[in-house]
């Protein structure tokens, strides 16, 4: 089954201890991202990345830490976490092809920080 | 940047109604425009989707249109049913040739109910 998967679904932590969302994804895509979520505010992009090892910032990247070392894993790195990161996260993926660029969701992750 | 509109925030429908659901874009070079639906829980899904090269687009209860020179598209969802209530999410992108839309710029999103 094609799918973007992401671990952990849920995610206490305290402020300042590194933490690692995983996101991987076996349709073979090029592209993928990361957004969040956040109440009255839609769906803001973090970091994407169009292939292995190139990745760029989004709309809203402070505080966050992106890595594409394999084609399928595109991991969300928060370095020191801070409240104002607590959020609901979204991976998602999609091809290069034109008229196959849909791009699939994962099914979240919530994250408070305390 | 890309600035995505949309309105309303909240829409409550009897069952059987039609609901509408608009867009507005800042970027005249954006070239593709999808509609996502978040249920409760999940990810947003791609429900339909309209390219700059046609105005309109149907699939079955759903519709989209868009209107390139006044920069605004919109959702119609016909005969609409309890299952259909969710969050509807419309977004924007530019495509690159050779590329994707892999830069998503979203709305904040309309919470439907469908009454019984």
């Known amino acids: 089954e094609a799918q973007v998967t992401q671990n952990p679904r849920y995610l206490i932590t305290v402020t300042g201890k590194k933490l690692t969302v995983t996101c991987s994804q076996n349709?073979?895509?090029?592209?993928m991202s990361w957004y969040r979520q956040d109440p009255g505010l839609g769906l803001r992009q973090i970091y994407y990345?169009?292939?292995?090892?190139?990745?760029d910032k989004g709309d809203v990247p402070e505080g966050y830490k992106v890595s594409r070392k394999e084609k399928r894993n595109f991991p969300l790195i928060l370095e020191s976490p801070s409240p104002n990161q607590t959020s609901l996260y979204f991976c998602a993926s999609s091809s290069r092809v034109r008229g196959e660029d849909t791009q699939y969701f994962g099914p979240g992750t919530r994250l408070t920080v305390l | 940047g890309e600035n995505v509109e949309q309105h309303p925030s909240t829409l409550s429908v009897q069952e059987g109604d039609s609901a509408v659901i608009k867009c507005t874009y800042s970027?005249?070079?954006?070239?593709?425009f999808p509609w996502y639906k978040q249920e409760l829980g999940k990810g947003p899904q791609l429900i339909i989707d309209?390219?700059?090269?046609?105005g309109e687009k149907k699939d079955q209860r759903i519709a989209v249109t868009l209107n390139k020179t006044a920069k605004h598209f919109s959702l119609h969802i016909t005969e609409t049913q309890p299952e259909d209530s969710a969050v509807y999410f419309c977004a924007a992108s530019f495509r690159h040739s050779g590329g994707s839309n892999y830069k998503l710029t979203f709305g904040k999103g309309t919470l439907l109910t469908v009454n019984p």
């Open positions: 970027d005249s070079a954006s070239n593709y």
């Open positions: 990345s169009m292939n292995v090892e190139v990745t």
């Open positions: 349709m073979n895509h090029e592209y």
């Open positions: 309209i390219r700059s090269n046609v």
